[in-house]
């Protein structure tokens, strides 16, 4: 893709949507560092359903720390993985308590030391809790990039690099968001619904799908 096309591209998501959000409920940054951990193999509709009711009795390191992996566990068990994400998050709530002060820390080798934090977690909280200019790659962000040219890279790391090299400096706080709710809602795995997309002119996909009859 071209850098003319990727800056329109951007500036078409820009248009539709210039100030695009998590769909994790959170209120905190450890609320959100909790619900990315959790959203790991799982939905964002599940992983709030779970917070809904586990963030009004524990929210901070301390709570989640005294309610163990057990009651954890409890709040958490729609959630795939709910035992090992139980174990991490107490884990990580201990290690914040004991290393940081309580803080979830701003640093990304403090963020990916945490248990069950790695590079896609840490980017997710850099960006939303703290704004930094990172760029979390998902399967949906993954699967965007490399279909429609503007990054393409056989491993999530490459196409974070990609990404990072050719999105435009001012659209790159935002260009994970635009890319996953388009991938989600649009570009969709089995079937992009390309009769509908606001970046079509720009993409590199072919053949172009046709709405249903």
Request: net charge positive; glycine share 6%; charged share 20%.
């Amino acid at each position: 893709m071209t850098p003319r096309k990727i800056r329109e591209m951007f500036a078409a998501f820009a248009r539709a949507n210039p100030h695009p959000e998590s769909e994790l409920h959170y209120s905190t940054p450890f609320e959100l560092l909790v619900a990315v951990v959790l959203s790991a193999q799982a939905t964002d509709k599940s992983v709030n359903a779970a917070t809904a009711t586990l963030f009004p009795h524990a929210n901070t390191p301390a709570a989640i720390a005294a309610l163990g992996e057990e009651a954890l566990a409890a709040h958490i068990r729609t959630i795939g993985l709910y035992r090992a994400k139980a174990r991490n998050v107490v884990a990580l709530s201990r290690q914040i308590l004991e290393r940081h002060g309580g803080q979830v820390p701003r640093d990304r080798a403090a963020l990916e030391a945490l248990p069950g934090v790695g590079r896609k977690t840490a980017n997710v909280v850099l960006n939303v809790a703290f704004g930094e200019p990172t760029i979390a790659v998902d399967t949906h962000c993954f699967r965007v990039a490399n279909r429609t040219g503007l990054a393409p890279g056989k491993t999530v790391q490459a196409v974070e690099e990609g990404l990072l090299r050719v999105v435009p400096r001012e659209y790159r706080q935002h260009a994970h968001h635009w890319l996953i709710l388009h991938g989600r809602y649009v570009c969709k795995a089995r079937k992009p619904e390309c009769w509908r997309c606001i970046i079509v002119a720009q993409c590199a996909y072919e053949p172009k799908t046709r709405a249903p009859k």
